[in-house]
Nanobody, 125 residues
Framework: VQLQASGGGLVQAGGSLRLSCAAS????????MGWFRQAPGKDREFVAA????????LYADSVKGRFTISRDNAKNTVYLQMNSLKPEDTAVYYC???????????????????WGQGTLVTVSS
């Protein structure tokens, strides 16, 4: 099982970035996927999640209206489009695959069994 996140970088406040997470060996098309982030000195927090079919999404209040999660099951890839970035969005972003197949989409980290290595997003003011 491997989740490879990419797309992080340095961007000015108000800018945009698109994160990608390529999955292998994880029955991707039947798993809900999520993005979490961890800022320096803070706990990991939920950002967004998408159901296995792509028909349902969840967002943290802090990113609602600015971030969009999507997936391409043919490419085994989940995306996080981040617009109107703020300095407080600075964090390492992790993609994760939910433990159960075809389950209910959740914001709870312990329901995610597989994690990528993280990609750093830095937003300058």
């Amino acid at each position: 099982v491997q989740l490879q996140a990419s797309g992080g970088g340095l961007v000015q406040a108000g800018g945009s970035l698109r994160l990608s997470c390529a999955a292998s060996g994880v029955t991707f098309s039947k798993r809900n996927m999520g993005w979490f982030r961890q800022a320096p000195g803070k706990d990991r927090e939920f950002v967004a999640a998408i159901s296995w079919s792509g028909g349902s999404t969840l967002y943290a209040d802090s990113v609602k209206g600015r971030f969009t999660i999507s997936r391409d099951n043919a490419k085994n890839t989940v995306y996080l489009q981040m617009n109107s970035l703020k300095p407080e969005d600075t964090a390492v972003y992790y993609c994760a695959a939910q433990r159960s197949l075809v389950g209910i989409t959740t914001t709870t980290a312990h329901e995610y069994a597989y994690w990528g290595q993280g990609t750093l997003v830095t937003v300058s003011s």
